[in-house]
T-cell receptor
Framework: AQKITQTQPGMFVQEKEAVTLDCTYD???????LFWYKQPSSGEMIFLIY??????QNATEGRYSLNFQKARKSANLVISASQLGDSAMYFC?????????????FGKGTLLTVNP | DGGITQSPKYLFRKEGQNVTLSCEQN?????MYWYRQDPGQGLRLIYY???????QKGDIAEGYSVSREKKESFPLTVTSAQKNPTAFYLC???????????????FGSGTQLSVL
């Protein structure tokens, strides 16, 4: 079974600085993908970025980028030029393998606080 | 706009009472999911359904029940057998098919359930 580990319960960053949120994973699959979601205090889960293990270039979506290092089994989220609105919980997730391809396993999340 | 609607936003349960959380989507997705989130924790899968009239237990199905009579609807009942129901409940959906494993989840805005 897949395992997702987010080792940073909380992170602080100054506005306009960059921040990296860590995510490590464990899978026996040759082909897999990693998702990142943002959960503001309102509770909804917002999709941020996705990258497949077969992608050669790191994924980028606006100020979000994935630092994917397969040899280290890490898929860290980098947020550039942090904004106050980036304060939220951030979750890393991976699809299950085998016959249960439709399920996502989530990490426990990192609470990011952006200071003015 | 297409999306997922969860209701109510807040729900209170009395001792021994069953309560039902509503989830409706107009995204034409075949797969739907219910996740439970406890404070400071990640999401845990309760039930999921890949097609109408079929559903499977997730990791923490005890004390919960679901139905999938229509493609658009996937209600969750929290029964009196669930002794610790206080949590935030999120409904989600996604596309199925050959690329299902790499499709993102779309989430509703959640229901906060509390015990009186």
């Amino acid at each position: 079974a897949q395992k997702i580990t987010q080792t940073q319960p909380g992170m602080f960053v100054q506005e306009k600085e960059a921040v990296t949120l860590d995510c490590t994973y464990d899978t026996s699959d040759q082909s897999y993908g990693l998702f990142w979601y943002k959960q503001p205090s309102s509770g909804e889960m917002i999709f941020l970025i996705y990258q497949g293990s077969y992608d050669e270039q790191n994924a980028t979506e606006g100020r979000y980028s994935l630092n994917f290092q397969k040899a280290r089994k890490s898929a860290n989220l980098v947020i550039s030029a942090s904004q106050l609105g980036d304060s939220a919980m951030y979750f890393c997730a991976m699809p299950n393998s085998g016959g249960s391809n439709y399920k996502l396993t989530f990490g426990k999340g990192t609470l990011l606080t952006v200071n003015p | 706009d297409g999306g997922i609607t969860q209701s109510p936003k807040y729900l209170f349960r009395k001792e021994g009472q069953n309560v039902t959380l509503s989830c409706e989507q107009n995204l034409n997705h075949d797969a739907m999911y219910w996740y439970r989130q406890d404070p400071g924790q990640g999401l845990r899968l309760i039930y999921y359904s890949q097609i109408v009239n079929d559903f499977q237990k997730g990791d923490i199905a005890e004390g919960y029940s679901v139905s999938r009579e229509k493609k658009e609807s996937f209600p969750l009942t929290v029964t009196s057998a669930q002794k610790n129901p206080t949590a935030f409940y999120l409904c989600a959906s996604k596309l199925t098919g050959p690329t299902a494993r790499y499709e993102k989840l779309f989430f509703g805005s959640g229901t906060q359930l509390s015990v009186l």
